[in-house]
């Protein structure tokens, strides 16, 4: 039997252990579940014969490596601070590790290890970054069997409502950790267009939106996300006049979330005494200067911001419940805790509605060698969730991860070291399977004059 260790039951978690679980009576798997809330570690398990869920703290040194050391590979669906951890214990026992949350120079500074032991260390594994590194690297390979040359590429994802489900005024639900939501645009971004680059320190990132036509959903907004200018070598684009990575999100979302960056509620820094007893118009004034001007805290805010009091960003302020008088009443610390908690009770995906994930790729084509002329190359992925059911995110997150568990623990997957997932023996079988859920690219190829 084999043993398989889930570290983390949230939000994007639960397909990822139905995957297993599916499977594992067919392989002879046993999947254990460890999560600090015990509650919804039993919830994803649903009493399956072949499953248990465990209290468990990464930080505890003994479980840790207990856990891990008794498994023959690890799924780490827990938070990016604790990846390194993960995998240094990992490497130490040499188990493999299959992780969603994005690689750094500490996870490239164990590949040597990693080889040594013979086992894989895979980030990235997920939606976004996952599947669209696949998705690009397979178009990537066959324009490049054709003879093409990319000479413009740009990626977008994002997690939002459905069309037939915008039941907020935000026209955004929580379907992942409401934290990443809150820190978005936390370290800047930059990116490489008409072969110049462009930087964006982290408090201008949601002033600095596009629109854009996407077939299927109509005028969305896109803004650069983290740092694009790795995919120019990542993948290959040494020559290409523009990379681009970038986040979607309904028309709206941005120019209201660049105000709550402005007033500072993304704010992880400083600690604030007994806010659990404040309300949500006490520490929105915490943010204002001394002087400020105006009748009541939704003047001041206007004025701070010197945006209308009356207009649309006001009112999603208002119906956010920055200006109530509501006591904040969970025990949290600092301004970006209280808005992670805020955001995940306002912006809650009900049962009757539905999230919705997006990926879409769009390159410009040059084929230097022949006398094909330029083509644009555009490739769309939009996919449902289910009402009262598995959301798009768990499954487009879990789904990917849980393949790979599968490719590795039926030894049809002979890579070892560091890996993101752009090797073909990950892309391809891996893309196959997602297409059989549904989980595949809308492509459409244009010639270019």
Same mark, same amino acid.
């Given at each position: ?147 093409? *040359? &990319?000479?413009?590429? $740009? =990626? ?10 915008? #039941?907020? !005024?935000?026209? /955004? ?7 990443? *939501? &809150?820190?978005?645009? $936390? =370290? ?10 462009? #930087?964006? !320190?982290?408090? /201008? ?245």
């Amino acid at each position: 039997m084999k043993n398989i260790l889930v570290l983390g039951a949230g939000k994007s978690t639960p397909y990822l252990i139905h995957y297993l679980l599916e499977n594992a009576e067919n392989y002879d798997w046993f999947v254990t579940v460890a999560d600090r809330d015990l509650n919804a570690a039993q919830e994803s398990i649903k009493g399956h014969p072949r499953g248990v869920a465990i209290l468990f703290d990464i930080n505890d040194q003994e479980m840790r490596t207990s856990q891990i050391s008794k498994s023959d590979i690890v799924l780490n669906m827990l938070s990016p601070m604790f990846q390194h951890q993960v995998a240094l214990t990992c490497v130490q026992y040499g188990k493999h590790m299959i992780s969603v949350s994005y690689e750094d120079a500490r996870i490239r500074d164990i590949e040597k290890d990693a080889q040594r032991k013979g086992i894989l260390i895979l980030t990235e594994m997920g939606l976004d970054p996952g599947i669209d590194h696949m998705a690009a690297a397979s178009m990537i390979e066959d324009i490049r069997n054709r003879g093409g *040359v &990319v000479t413009s590429f $740009e =990626s977008y994802g994002g997690g939002l409502p459905a069309l037939d489900s915008l #039941i907020n !005024p935000l026209k /955004y639900v929580i379907s992942w950790n409401p934290r990443n *939501v &809150v820190m978005a645009g $936390e =370290s800047g971004a930059q990116y490489y267009k008409n072969n110049k680059i462009k #930087i964006i !320190p982290h408090h /201008y990132v949601f002033q600095h939106s596009w629109p854009m036509e996407i077939d299927g959903l109509g005028q969305m907004e896109a803004y650069p996300n983290r740092d694009s200018l790795n995919y120019k070598s990542l993948y290959g684009f040494e020559n290409a006049e523009t990379v681009i990575r970038g986040t979607l999100r309904y028309p709206g979302w941005s120019e209201t979330w660049f105000q709550i960056v402005r007033l500072g509620l993304p704010n992880e820094q400083q600690r604030i005494p007994d806010l659990k007893n404040k309300s949500w118009s006490d520490l929105t004034e915490m943010f204002l200067p001394l002087n400020s001007i105006g009748p009541d805290i939704t003047q001041r805010v206007a004025n701070f911001l010197n945006i209308s009091p009356t207009g649309q960003i006001m009112q999603n302020l208002q119906w956010l419940g920055l200006f109530s008088d509501e006591k904040i009443g969970v025990n949290v610390s600092t301004a970006a805790e209280a808005m992670t908690h805020l955001l995940g009770k306002k912006l809650e995906l009900t049962d009757d509605a539905r999230d919705m994930v997006v990926l879409v790729h769009r390159m410009h084509v040059k084929y230097p060698k022949t006398q094909k002329g330029d083509e644009e190359y555009n490739a769309t992925m939009i996919y449902n969730g289910e009402r009262g059911g598995f959301t798009a995110m768990a499954k487009s997150v879990g789904l990917p991860a849980g393949i790979v568990a599968k490719l590795l623990l039926t030894d049809q997957l002979p890579l070892t070291g560091c890996h993101i997932p752009m090797h073909p023996a990950i892309y391809r079988p891996v893309l196959k399977e997602l297409a059989e859920f549904g989980l595949e690219f809308s492509e459409k190829v244009v010639p270019k004059k």
